[in-house]
């Protein structure tokens, strides 16, 4: 894997399965970053196509909705990020499917419970094809000032808080994503924050090991010092202490394996993460965080103590060496806050878009035209009674509101009563003649009224043309699947037959 740098400030995403939430933020750590581009370049979400109005600052912009993965990748070729909301029911195929597409580099997985079986063939075609994998079980990853996946780094306080708003030097891997937003604000106390910053997943085959993004990171120049954060179970650490006493790694890491609580157990404890149980000595955080040691890492004497070891080697490279220049901070703009979310904290007051007269919802229960909703059950008032207090907002003497009934019963698109035949009653009533009334309801059948008309014409014509029987033109409709138009109730077909 190696290489260096995944993301930049140009790197788009195509997000699959549709969560409002987490585009939202990873657009507004985009205007907090002053992208000029927003890194959701489009939506999959199957089934679906059109757009989906998010904020990009004080714009409102529309984001394209695709069906597919094939099509969303054909309309965004730039796009090379693939962030995946699957369940873990899906996750895998749909990871596969975008694995498979050209323009795609990285994938990030964000679902628990992917089944092992399938996160194996996952790193293997990604391996083989030089693709990345992010997960399964992961928040994602954040390129300080750049890139954000999904809810990677909470909120935008945070986001603030933690610096990330522009790139530090300090290259950060943890299995942890909620350990990951501890870790970043811990690292902005006491450095010059996050360059970039990964949460591989805590299932027990991650896409991406710690060693791998270490040795990437160790390939890109903007970072000069890393830090690890491990957790007990597995034996991924190991394959960074080989990297180290390899000589891979030429830039101080500072790393913690947490879990050593878990010798005060007597029994062996299975931790948050499917990866986090400890099957031996070998696995245990204490084995690890000495082998680390031992290989040239810098590991504290304790979590408690991580913060200083890391202030302390960010100072001796920045004041004994001369290998960091801190960054100049700057201040981020203003992120727009919602109108709903402004509302409900009281900042501000918005007028009402409309104002009924019909009806009131204010009290102990709704009124139509000042009768209490009880009053109108208990009464037994029907559909023309209530439709009078809303429309007249009065009640009406009885033969009014049956007079309504009566209309509604002919209106009502279903059986005889339906819009045609409705017409050809009201043009009779008009006066006019016969042939006039049977024009206004059959001038009424259209497409969006079983299209009896002209699709019975078109059917009928084009069976009478290849010479079928009655009964071969029924049934060959019927293997079709399509209903003879104008004889679509299921009674007619017996008569057809």
Not at 140 to 163: L, R, V, Y
């Amino acid at each position: 894997m190696a290489t260096g740098q995944l993301f930049s400030r140009t790197t788009q995403a195509l997000f699959y399965n549709y969560k409002q939430l987490p585009i939202q933020r990873m657009l507004d750590f985009d205007f907090l970053c002053g992208r000029e581009t927003p890194s959701v370049a489009g939506i999959i979400n199957p089934g679906a196509e059109g757009f989906q109005k998010l904020f990009f600052g004080q714009e409102e912009i529309a984001i394209p909705v695709h069906s597919t993965i094939e099509a969303a990748c054909a309309a965004h070729p730039t796009a090379d990020v693939f962030i995946n909301f699957a369940s873990f029911r899906s996750a895998a195929a749909s990871s596969m499917a975008a694995l498979k597409q050209p323009t795609i580099r990285v994938v990030a997985i964000i679902a628990e419970g992917v089944p092992e079986s399938d996160t194996k063939q996952l790193i293997a075609y990604a391996r083989s094809n030089n693709k990345v994998v992010i997960g399964p079980a992961t928040v994602g990853g954040i390129q300080g000032g750049a890139f954000k996946i999904g809810d990677t780094a909470g909120t935008i306080d945070n986001i603030i808080q933690c610096k990330l708003y522009r790139p530090g030097s300090i290259g950060f891997v943890s299995k942890s994503g909620g350990m990951s937003n501890e870790m970043y604000n811990t690292i902005a106390r006491v450095t010059d924050g996050i360059y970039e910053g990964i949460a591989i997943g805590g299932d027990v085959f991650p896409g991406s090991t710690l060693s791998d993004h270490i040795l990437r990171f160790n390939n890109i120049p903007q970072v000069k010092m890393m830090v690890v954060l491990g957790e007990l179970g597995g034996r991924d650490e190991y394959s960074l202490v080989e990297a180290l006493k390899q000589g891979k790694v030429n830039k101080p890491v500072v790393a913690w394996v947490s879990g050593t609580c878990a010798r005060l157990f007597k029994s062996e404890v299975q931790f948050g993460h499917a990866g986090a149980k400890s099957g031996g000595e070998m696995e245990s955080a204490q084995g690890k965080n000495q082998a680390l040691r031992e290989a040239g890492a810098i590991v504290p004497t304790s979590y408690e103590a991580l913060e200083a070891a890391i202030k302390e080697t960010f100072e001796k490279l920045v004041i004994f060496e001369g290998k960091i220049t801190p960054v100049k901070e700057v201040k981020p703009p203003q992120i727009p806050e919602d109108l709903n979310s402004a509302i409900k904290s009281g900042k501000v007051r918005a007028p009402t878009h409309i104002i009924s007269t019909i009806s009131d919802d204010r009290g102990e229960e709704p009124c139509y035209a000042g009768v209490p909703m009880s009053s109108i059950v208990e009464q037994g008032y029907g559909v023309g009674d209530v439709i009078s207090l809303l429309w007249f907002k009065r009640s009406l003497p009885r033969y009014c509101t049956h007079f309504i009934e009566i209309c509604i019963m002919l209106c009502a698109d279903h059986g005889p009563c339906v819009s045609g035949a409705h017409n050809t009653i009201v043009t009779a009533r008009a006066g006019k003649d016969l042939v006039s009334s049977l024009v206004s309801g059959l001038l009424t059948i259209g497409p969006r009224f079983g299209g009896a008309i002209d699709d019975a014409a078109r059917y009928f014509k084009d069976a009478y043309d290849r010479g079928l029987t009655p009964y071969e033109f029924v049934e060959g409709m019927k293997k079709k699947g399509i209903r003879v138009p104008g004889i679509g109730h299921r009674y007619r077909w017996g008569q057809q037959r």
